[in-house]
């Protein structure tokens, strides 16, 4: 079964200093940062990696780095949605042997998932993911 784990932590705020009215405007961010695992004990196809609330997120960046036996494969994925469609960008690939996994990405519901399959069954995938809030579309 896989064991996914996982660590939250929050934005800091921006504080911009105006000079001219001498005062300082504090802002959030609106991001936030997550980790986690996944251990693969079968290499079927499309196995949830990540998910989260598409009404929370609307682009996120995922810095992902797969192991299996001696192999290492790394990505950065820039992944977001439009409320009904996701849309991915993976780049930044760097190999130390054969390819490790393939991915995608769908709407579930207000779940937004990067979806992994693993080429091994026994392979460690790690994610960094950061956020950026979702805002709403302008009407055209």
């Known amino acids: 079964y896989p064991l ?11 504080f911009t200093p105006d000079a001219v009215n001498k005062s300082i405007t504090i802002s959030s961010t609106g991001t936030g940062e997550y980790s ?14 990540d998910t989260y609330s598409k009404s929370t997120y609307r682009t ?13 494969h790394s990505s950065e994925v820039v992944l977001t949605h439009n409320d009904s469609d996701t849309f ?3 780049y930044a690939v760097v190999k130390s042997g054969p390819v490790l996994y393939t991915l995608g ?8 998932q990067l979806l992994v399959t ?12 950061n956020s950026l809030v979702a805002r709403t579309l302008p009407i055209a």
């Open 4 to 14: 996914v784990t996982g660590v939250q932590t929050c934005a800091l705020p921006i």
């Open 36 to 49: 986690g695992t996944l251990l693969t004990s079968t290499d079927s196809a499309n196995q949830v990696l």
């Open 60 to 72: 996120v960046k995922y810095i992902i780095q797969a192991i299996s036996g001696s192999n290492i």
């Open 105 to 112: 990405s769908t709407i579930v519901g207000d779940s937004v």
């Open 88 to 90: 991915a960008s993976q």
């Open 118 to 129: 693993p080429i091994n069954s026994v392979t460690r995938i790690d994610f960094l993911r």
